[in-house]
Nanobody, 124 residues
Framework: QVQPVESGGGLVQAGGSLRLSCTTS????????MAWFRQAPGKEREFVAA????????YYLDSVKGRFTISRDNARNTVYLQMNSLKPEDTAVYYC?????????????????WGQGTQVTVSS
């Protein structure tokens, strides 16, 4: 079982950048999809981006395309979410999640392992 642990959140002004990290333990040679979700106050948790750990294939929420980049570092067992041109509406708790398999899903229930979340606050 992969156990994700997030870090890198914080407070940033609109237009700024942050990089979130998701370090995993317990990953074997099996295929995994790693994803980032976020949950703003009073809203449902939503899919942000995902990456196939083996192939590097990525998928993004439309509203973050061109601003966010998901990547992975196999040697460090870490997945990153580089967030540029941040907007106040990006404010949320960001969660890293993992699912075994090769297909990317945007549905929460498809992911079995979750981190504790990291707060991102973008001020206007």
């Amino acid at each position: 079982q992969v156990q994700p642990v997030e870090s890198g959140g914080g407070l940033v002004q609109a237009g700024g950048s942050l990089r979130l990290s998701c370090t995993t333990s317990g990953r074997t040679s099996a295929e995994y999809i790693m994803a980032w979700f976020r949950q703003a106050p009073g809203k449902e948790r939503e899919f942000v981006a995902a990456i196939n750990w083996s192939s590097g294939l990525t998928y993004y929420l439309d509203s973050v395309k061109g601003r966010f980049t998901i990547s992975r570092d196999n040697a460090r067992n870490t997945v990153y979410l580089q967030m540029n041109s941040l907007k106040p509406e990006d404010t949320a708790v960001y969660y890293c999640a993992a699912r075994r398999g090769s297909l990317i899903y945007r549905i929460l229930g498809e992911y079995n392992n979750w981190g504790q979340g990291t707060q991102v606050t973008v001020s206007s």
